[in-house]
């Protein structure tokens, strides 16, 4: 029981990038199609791809940060 | 006839790929067999040191702040840089070296100045109260004898961006000298700075802020993409502060950015926020609500993807060092060493993309608080 806070700090990190997964799949798979479709259109498809990807990735790590500080202040 | 040729040419290349792949693994798998051996030779000693050996301790310690600039070795035999250590107590102003404090930060060295007694404890400068000699902490190892003043100190991530500062300087600088005297595109380190701020003008502000009125927002964009991207190279070489990867410089820097919005926002910025036309009015002020957090949300996002993928790539590259020493042998040093540094490559692309994700997100915000409308 000792080391609970961690483990579930450890779990909630893994659920946060299990989405973040998910999503930044989602997007890359998305945006091959389109640039599959459209080869002329590959620059502007990245940026927009890149944009959404950091979007989804910053809320992963919104749940990566409270998993750590989960970690680092509650007292063993 | 170009047919005929094909499936023995695949079968060919296959072969080759084979074979070379083979080679690899067998010349992989002799130049990690010395640490093996070396191993168990030094099982005892190594046992010893790991005695000690506190990963999570290590970790923090290297990702954090300190009052001086450690670059290797241990106690008293360490080589560190010292560096100003500037407090502000009731008494007035003190400075003095943070090498007064030999390298202990766990609050058992004092200094004493102009009659103030100052320890280090975990990195932070306590002034100890009057009539007292040595740090007292109770059972949840709280200090309970001690204050800390105000500390305006030249730590080590204060050091590191001056040092950046310093840099981006000299390489503006010689680059607008260049552009006074030659007409001509410049070569080498140069040329590579001037395709990086055309990169930043026409593939992020231009696009994002609008042809009319990105002019304005370039010295801002330059800065933080070049202040970003440097001190995040710097931050990978060994010995180097982890500036980008402290909340408080990433904090400042997306206050930066809010301020912007907040300053440039016009009149249909404004009232898409409060009361956005063309929906039923009774949606209105819920929506209101939720884009007057938008307005926080957003730079606290910048703050904390910029913190959080620099920090993670810290701790992961010290992980998978660490895990020699967790595991007490040196033959995992021939497999986490490889991978530390395929990491560490990794991470020189991070570098780039969290530079070019901040300033791209930005823009994408100022453009969006500047963006004239169509009247509805």
Redesign the interface.
């Known amino acids: 029981m000792e080391y609970l806070h961690i483990g579930l700090a450890a779990l909630g990190a893994g659920l946060a990038v299990i989405g973040a997964g998910i999503g930044v799949g989602k997007i890359g798979g998305s945006a091959m199609d389109a640039i599959a479709r459209q080869p002329e259109a590959s620059g502007k498809i990245q940026?927009a791809m890149?944009?959404a990807a950091?979007?989804v990735?910053?809320v992963a790590?919104?749940g990566?940060?409270a998993a750590l500080l989960g970690v680092l202040t509650v007292?063993a | 006839m170009h047919r005929n040729f094909e499936p023995t040419l695949i079968k060919f290349n296959r072969t080759m790929t084979a074979q070379k792949s083979f080679k690899i693994i067998v010349i992989f798998a002799l130049a990690i067999l010395p640490f093996f051996t070396f191993s168990q030779e030094d099982d005892s000693k190594i046992e010893e040191a790991s005695k000690k050996f506190n990963a999570a301790d290590m970790i923090m310690h290297h990702i954090g702040d300190s009052h001086g600039w450690h670059f290797f070795g241990s106690g008293d035999n360490s080589f560190t840089l010292p560096l100003p250590v500037i407090l502000f107590t009731d008494n007035g102003l003190v400075t003095f070296m943070s090498s007064e404090f030999h390298h202990d930060f766990d609050g058992k060295y004092v200094v004493e100045k102009d009659g103030m007694k100052f320890v280090n404890y975990h990195e932070n400068i306590y002034q100890l109260n009057e009539g007292e000699s040595a740090l007292q902490k109770n059972d949840e190892g709280e200090v309970i004898n001690a204050s800390k003043p105000w500390n305006f100190s030249i730590t080590k991530n204060v050091a590191a961006m001056f040092l950046t500062v310093i840099l981006m300087l000299i390489f503006f600088f010689s680059l607008a000298n260049y552009h006074k005297k030659n007409k001509k595109a410049p070569s080498g380190f140069n040329n590579v700075l001037e395709s990086l701020v055309i990169f930043v003008r026409d593939d992020i502000a231009r696009p994002q802020i609008g042809e009319k009125k990105y002019m304005k927002f370039m010295p801002f964009l330059l800065t933080v993409f070049f202040f970003i991207w440097i001190t995040n190279i710097l931050g990978l070489l060994p010995g180097a502060a982890n500036v980008t990867g402290n909340i408080a410089v990433t904090v400042s820097l997306g206050l930066f950015t809010m301020a912007l919005i907040f300053k440039n926002g016009n009149r249909d910025y404004w009232k898409h926020v409060f009361w956005m036309p063309g929906i039923p009015t009774f949606v209105k002020p819920i929506l209101a609500i939720v884009e007057v957090m938008g307005l926080f949300i957003k730079p606290i996002a910048l703050m904390i993807r910029l913190f959080a993928n620099i920090t993670a790539g810290h701790i992961i590259i010290l992980s998978l060092l660490a895990l020699i020493f967790i595991l007490e042998s040196a033959g995992v040093a021939g497999i986490s060493v490889p991978f530390a540094l395929f990491i560490t490559i990794l991470e020189l692309l991070v570098a780039f993309l969290q530079a070019f994700i901040f300033t791209m997100l930005s823009a994408l915000f100022i453009g969006m608080a500047v963006e004239e409308h169509e009247h509805h």
């Open positions: 940026t890149i944009i950091a979007l990735e910053g790590l919104f990566v940060v007292p």
